[in-house]
T-cell receptor, first 116, second 113 residues
Framework: DAGVIQSPRHEVTEMGQEVTLRCKPI?????LFWYRQTMMRGLELLIY????????DSGMPEDRFSAKMPNASFSTLKIQPSEPRDSAVYFC??????????????FGPGTRLTVL | GDSVTQMEGPVTLSEEAFLTINCTYT??????LFWYVQYPGEGLQLLLK?????DKGSNKGFEATYRKETTSFHLEKGSVQVSDSAVYFC????????????FGRGTSLIVHP
């Protein structure tokens, strides 16, 4: 079975540009998470969807960040405009059921974003 | 709120040495506990988990026991290999509030031949 798929794997852009990161969760999984990983702050949860509905977006840094999940097999994380401090590795993860503490998270390979 | 505290790294060992990475937690409910591993350039993947007190999770020679009395979930391996070099994350998912996972900061392990 294919795991969580993220694209692109690497993105280099200039400050002020729009960046769109994409994620395809594992088929049949109900919940999807976006994380950001940096050396300084570790792994941070940005937003969580259950059955395509955003449940908790309290981790989204500011209005420049937005996320959508138009259907069960696709999600996007958009940054507009991008800033150098957004440089990080962004992970998408999915879980089979959602709403259960025993759920295992399945992570994608990540997108390494560099904003110059 | 929930929190996870891991020992800071890096942990540097010689091949075949014994490994312990400490993890303690605070939670309001009855959490499940996890260890995830991240190899260079990859996403996190589940190493092992335990869903109730006194459970032992094990995988690939790694073990961790859910100790409710000491709120701990220490990771151990009897004989590490160079291929175990990675970053290890302790995490919990609680029933007492949000079940969204809480991750520790990660501990880097470097194993030398």
């Amino acid at each position: 079975d294919a795991g969580v798929i993220q694209s692109p794997r690497h993105e280099v852009t200039e400050m002020g540009q729009e960046v769109t990161l994409r994620c395809k969760p594992i088929s049949g999984h109900n919940s999807l998470f976006w994380y950001r990983q940096t050396m300084m702050r570790g792994l941070e949860l940005l937003i969580y969807f259950n059955n395509n509905v955003p449940i908790d977006d309290s981790g989204m840094p500011e209005d420049r960040f937005s996320a959508k999940m138009p259907n069960a097999s696709f999600s996007t994380l958009k940054i507009q405009p991008s800033e150098p401090r957004d440089s990080a590795v962004y992970f998408c993860a999915s879980t089979p059921k959602g709403g259960q503490s025993t759920d295992t998270q399945y992570f994608g390979p990540g997108t390494r974003l560099t904003v110059l | 709120g929930d929190s996870v505290t891991q020992m800071e790294g890096p942990v540097t060992l010689s091949e075949e040495a014994f490994l312990t990475i400490n993890c303690t937690y605070t939670a309001t409910g009855y959490p499940s506990l996890f260890w995830y591993v991240q190899y260079p350039g990859e996403g996190l993947q589940l190493l092992l988990k335990a869903t109730k007190a006194d459970d032992k999770g094990s995988n690939k020679g790694f073990e961790a026991t859910y100790r409710k009395e000491t709120t701990s979930f220490h990771l151990e391996k009897g004989s590490v290999q160079v291929s175990d070099s990675a970053v290890y994350f302790c995490a919990l998912s609680d029933t007492g509030g949000s079940y969204i996972p809480t991750f520790g900061r990660g501990t880097s392990l470097i194993v030398h031949p």
